[in-house]
């Protein structure tokens, strides 16, 4: 298959898990267990729609690998490894905020971020019936609408998005920097999922973005998203983007953002 196949194919997979994922919210949703702390949560719908989106990757490449955020783990014998979020910003879908998606990522090689080539990916969030996609050298859309990246930023003037993790005291420290940054920008959104702020880079809704602890399945999709559309991608002094930091915007912003991240000592934020 080629990338623009796959590309499709997440697409299809995203769009049956995003309307059962959006049918369980309308139905009501609770907390059907924690993680790492009380505030990880996973729903019924999280594990649901993971089962799903594992069935249909399997029913049409049952060969391919499978890297699930609710435990999905399969190696496969293809190279070729599909990382899925099931459910990404699980916290806004549990209040009814509209920003939740399903990340739906499909790389070659290695399953580390830091190593993996993307081949494609799709973002659904079905509340807001917005479809993301993108294949390695073929670009990003929004339906039908092929995206770029603001260019030619003020970082003064850039809207910059970020996120927090699940642990209290990594939190503090993240919050540390975001107070470091907050003067020197526009403004800073913690919007709720990390695919989403990916694909919102790609669409011009955000210049930049940024957050430490992000996990391969909430990157895989949105990070190619981004790209695609313009946005260089990347972690700390030239590092590649892993849990450790991820960076997105277009090149002279992301050199701006990386410089005063830092400088603020975001390298021990992790
Ligand atoms: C979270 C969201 C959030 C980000 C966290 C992620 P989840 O994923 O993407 O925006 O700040 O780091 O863990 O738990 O909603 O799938
Ligand atoms: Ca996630």
Aim: proline share 4%; glycine share 12%; aromatic share 6%.
């Amino acid at each position: 298959m080629s990338a623009r196949e796959l590309q499709n194919l997440a697409r299809d997979i995203a769009a049956r898990a995003g309307e059962l994922v959006r049918r369980r919210r309308a139905e009501g949703v609770s907390v059907a267990a924690t993680k790492s702390s009380p505030e990880d949560i996973v729903t019924a719908a999280d594990r649901e729609s993971e089962e799903l989106i594992r069935s249909l990757i399997a029913d049409a490449r049952p060969d391919d690998g499978f890297l699930g955020e609710e435990g999905g783990r399969e190696f496969g014998t293809t190279g070729v490894t599909w990382v899925v979020d099931p459910i990404d910003g699980t916290v806004n879908y549990l209040y009814g905020i509209d920003d939740y998606a399903v990340s739906i990522g499909v790389v070659e090689g290695s399953r580390d971020p830091r190593e993996w080539s993307a081949l494609a990916g799709a973002v659904y969030a079905p509340a807001r019936d917005e479809m993301y996609v993108a294949s390695s050298g073929g670009g990003a859309y929004r339906g039908n609408r092929r995206l770029a990246v603001n260019t030619g930023v003020d970082p003064r003037l850039a809207l910059v998005g970020t996120g927090f993790g699940y642990d209290p005291e990594r939190r503090r420290r993240q919050l540390a920097v975001v107070a470091g940054l907050i003067g020197d920008i526009r403004d800073i959104r913690r919007i709720g999922s990390a695919a989403l702020d990916l694909c919102r880079i790609a669409d011009g809704q955000l210049d930049g973005f940024y957050e430490v602890g992000l996990n391969p399945w909430d990157m895989a999709a949105g990070a190619l998203i981004a790209r695609e559309a313009g946005a260089q991608l990347g972690g700390l002094g030239g590092s590649p983007a892993d849990a450790h930091m991820t960076i997105a915007a277009e090149p002279e912003l992301f050199a701006f953002l990386e410089a005063r991240l830092e400088g603020l000592g975001a390298a021990s934020v992790f």
